[in-house]
């Protein structure tokens, strides 16, 4: 067993004081792991380097899962101070493939390596303060303080796997060996593959609420589906099987491929996997963690998606059957028909997960359940299905971008864990999904079925909240009330003298960010939630939108609106579109002549750091456009921290209005105050009319 490997904790327990120090040991330890794994690079240099074109510099990875824990637990008004507001802004986002990650590193600079370190030490203090001095209850449930800990760990937990992905795309000169990190020394010849029929059988997918592991949202839910009797693979594809496809030539052979996939040959040029190495002889060495070995036939193949359903349309003209990868309801009855149980009873030596055995792969014909090998562990398993959500799902509000961003048909779920795979990563019911084209520890198994299809995203915007702003934005207007965000861009246009640049700040779907953009040559759409400025880059990469439209109990309408049809066509290549926090931008949002915050500051957990800051992201005359109703709530902001809406110890009515004009007198100066109202369907037959007070402030 490697002194690496800790099993995940459950959320009961008959001792709160006892939980308390096994979710201390757990975090310590995970801590620990994560910087083990940043021992791999050989000198300081290298945290400055990218191992893949679209992902960060190491040490942005490095800073991430630190600034998750503060950032999570400032939103959640657990804690009230900011480690360091700088780190908490540039290492907060920017791990995924998405138009809206900033991966423009040209403004950035990055931080020494000692003064993250630094940093990260600061946040463990913090973090394990927390642990020993914060109340809670068992069993630990979604509303907890604690879970948030809990989620700031199995996040870590996320990146110590995908950090290992990209310590391994790294150039060998730039990598160092570690002693714990041990490779399996069992490198024999493969066995041959064959089929295993699994039988007729119904599936239910998704956990409760009251399950006593920690679950991502998207986990959450009941989808049951009837299944027919399906043969599936012994073994996972091995290097020595997937050797064959590539002796074929099957990397040159469109016939293989789908669209996605003949894009991706020609923006890669793969001709390969990405861990086989080409000798000046035609062989093929393997790229291990820290090593060159000879190629190890008997593991299994790391590839992505597009190359393992290209493997198996060379085997089904090879064989003349249908092969092709499981779905996720499939992948469940093959769980099943293992007998395989879920932590705590599982434990981790029965599989090559949690680097209970090793920091590599290992043979495909090494861990056996039930005959079958490999249902969990060693590496993950591709899948046919697009992640999508379960009846029942609700995002956590801590961490509401975690899974929507992902239902858009574009990300494929990934099974059953890998070696690097640990907390959440192992579990039954844990759901992880990638575009098809990136690598992960990942290969797979085939399948043959007679379910051909699997279930793929919804073409329209089905979570409420979004879709109601798309009908709010995009939509009809109601009682003669104009829409407010062409309103807004319409009032904020014509106080501004000079239109270069303009940040939309809370843009929730982008509507008034693309208005802007008919006067400002350059407009920035800024918002907390990825669920909402999602809507704003697919209208600019797909042209359309569509969501749907409440009508009455469950009848909805399904409603759409193209980029032509809303005249910006010509002008959507002005506008872009990022997350960000309000209380604490990023350097690099800055030299504007117009900050329009909209319908936001009543939102913010400290509308005075936003406040007091914000002169700095203006341009000499520049103009802050705030807009608000004004409706404070506990369940967004502290009272401590609310402008307006209470008496104070004199008994003294405070307004908001009164209150910005006391924070922004010395930098700025209150030219235009007016009314604007506006309406939210909600359904058919009810609607919210409210009033908001714009307030137009010019730079002095």
Known sequence: MSKLSSYPITLDGISVERKREEIKRYFHNTFTLFEKVFELLKDESVFYKKSEITRHPMIF????????????????????????????????????????????????????????????????????????????????????????????????????ETSLVLHRQMPLEFIQTVDDFLLCPNRGDAPQNSMIEIDATEVQLGKSKQHNLYGWDNEYGVEKETLSAFEVSKYLVSNAEYMEFVAYGGYEKKEFWCEEGQNFLAQSGAKFPPFWIQNQDGTFSYRALAELIEMPLSWPVDVNALEAAAFCRFKSKKENKEFTLPSEAEYRALYEHSKLRDIPEFHESRANLNFYHYASASPVDEFSFTGIYDVVGNVWQWSRTPIHPFEGFEVHKAYDDFSVPTFDGKHALILGSSWASSGNLIMKHSRYAFRRHFYQNAGFRYVITEIKSSQTDESYESDSLVSQYCDFQYGESYFGVKNFALECAKIASKFTQNKTKALDLGCATGRASFELAKEFDIVEGVDFSVRFIQVGAKLQEEKKISWSSVEEGEICTIKSVTLEELGYKDISKKVSFWQGDACNLKQNLNAYDLVMATNLIDRLYNPRLFLDTIDEKLNKDGILMITSPYTWQESSTKKEFWLGGFVDENGEKIATLDSLKMILAEKFELIHTQDLPFVIKETQRKFQHTISEVSIWKKR
């Open 61 to 160: 990875y490095y800073g991430h899962t630190a600034t998750f824990f503060i950032n999570k637990l400032i939103n959640m008004k657990i804690i009230e101070q900011r480690v360091d507001a700088n780190f908490e802004a540039i290492f907060a986002v920017g791990v995924d493939e998405m138009s809206w990650d900033d991966m423009d590193e040209s403004q950035q600079k990055w931080p020494k390596v000692e003064e993250v370190k630094k940093y990260r030490e600061k946040v463990k203090e913090l973090v394990t303060k927390l642990i020993d001095t914060m109340t809670f209850s068992l069993p630990i449930r979604d509303d907890s303080a604690m879970w948030i800990i809990l989620m700031g760990i199995e996040h870590e937990r996320i990146h110590i």
